[in-house]
């Protein structure tokens, strides 16, 4: 009969996590009581933020327990079901944790429609960095035609669509990423206005050739010196989206602030966090909107799709690496 794999959280790491961080396990595929419906899971989002939620200590969300399954966002199939609201054969997304299987009373889940757009996609564009990248570039960056915008992380699942919502509201785009195939896709693929190669341009330089009249909003995705850098090259009344610091995720040694801060005081700026989470009431009406600029061709949606649940210690690493394009998403059924 056939078993349920789930991925545990074995260890906590420290610094780049390492293969023994996690156990795999099978056991017993569940029932489901009256309320309940199980779930075949099908993909789950390797996101960024997972390597934050096997720290312990305080953040917006509790850390994931040791020996508990590892939280992950995932869409599958109801295959089983004595809860009223979803019917076997339903699509859903909710958080399913790293595993193949998995029970739910439904609270949290809302069913998806393969026949509108491949499983993935709600995983990316329309899922959780998709939201992400809609509200943070458009609330908290409060976008306006004409902005000169820098995204980082440009060629990633935020990061992308951030840059594409910029270029439909009319704004002028330059886009960092890792490498020359990454910079080249952003401008022939995505439309990007340019792109800066962070590991192998001057970066400071670049940034004063794309923006002679400085940034007026940078979505920052990855902190640290890029993000120092962007402070020194604020426009007046320049607007800092932090989104995430995915060059600290992994530090052993507490992060250091940007040293560039009065640039904030000098050009009445301003930096602001966000958490995507904050949004929920309105995810509904940005996928519509998202979903209509797909539509139009306006909006390309990207999923890297890797297989295999034994395979999830060495594809979350490629988030850190960044071996992939686009949004990161691990098949675990089989
Ligand atoms: N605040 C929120 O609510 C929220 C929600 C979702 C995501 N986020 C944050 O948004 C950011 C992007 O998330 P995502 O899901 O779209 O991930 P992603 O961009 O699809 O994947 C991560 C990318 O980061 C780049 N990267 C890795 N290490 C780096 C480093 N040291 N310096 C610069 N770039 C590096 C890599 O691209 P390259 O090849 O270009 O290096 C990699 O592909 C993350 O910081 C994440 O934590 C925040």
Wanted: net charge neutral; proline share 4%.
């Amino acid at each position: 009969m056939a078993q349920n794999k789930q991925l545990l959280l074995q260890k906590r790491p420290i610094g780049l996590p390492e293969k023994d961080t996690w156990k795999l396990v099978e056991t017993e595929i569940p029932s489901p009581k009256i309320g309940e419906i199980l779930v075949q899971c099908e993909y789950v989002s390797l996101d960024p933020a997972m390597r934050g939620w096997i720290n312990e200590g305080r953040s917006y969300i509790a850390p994931v327990e040791l020996n508990d399954v590892m939280r992950a966002g995932g869409v599958g199939k109801v295959i089983e079901s004595k809860n009223a609201t979803f019917n076997v054969g339903d699509y859903v997304y909710g958080q399913t944790g790293v595993q193949q299987y998995m029970l739910t009373d439904g609270k949290g889940y809302h069913k998806v429609d393969p026949s509108l757009a491949p499983l993935p996609t709600y995983l990316g564009t329309l899922g959780m960095p998709g939201m992400t990248a809609y509200f943070g570039i458009l609330e908290v960056g409060e976008l306006k035609e004409g902005d000169a915008v820098l995204v980082s992380g440009a060629a990633g699942a935020v990061g992308s669509i951030v840059g594409q919502i910029a270029k439909i509201k009319g704004c002028t785009v330059i886009g960092m990423a890792g490498g020359a195939d990454k910079c080249k896709y952003l401008i022939e693929e995505l439309g990007f206005d340019g792109a800066i190669d962070y590991k192998n341009d001057n970066v400071a330089t670049k940034i004063k050739e794309y923006f002679p009249k400085g940034i007026d909003v940078y979505f920052d995705n990855v902190g640290g010196e890029i993000l120092d850098l962007a402070l020194g090259r604020l426009a007046m009344h320049g607007r800092i989206v932090i989104c995430g610091a995915i060059s600290q995720y992994n530090n052993k040694t507490a992060i250091k602030g940007p040293s560039n801060y009065m640039s904030l005081l000098v050009n009445r700026g301003t930096m602001r966090g966000m958490v995507v989470f904050d949004y929920a009431k309105d995810y509904q009406k940005a996928a519509m909107q998202m979903g209509q600029w797909m539509l139009q061709g306006k909006l390309k949606s990207k999923e890297d799709v890797y297989e295999g649940i034994e395979n999830f210690h060495d594809t979350f690493l490629r988030l850190f690496s960044g071996e992939k394009l686009g949004k990161l998403v691990l098949k675990v059924s089989e």
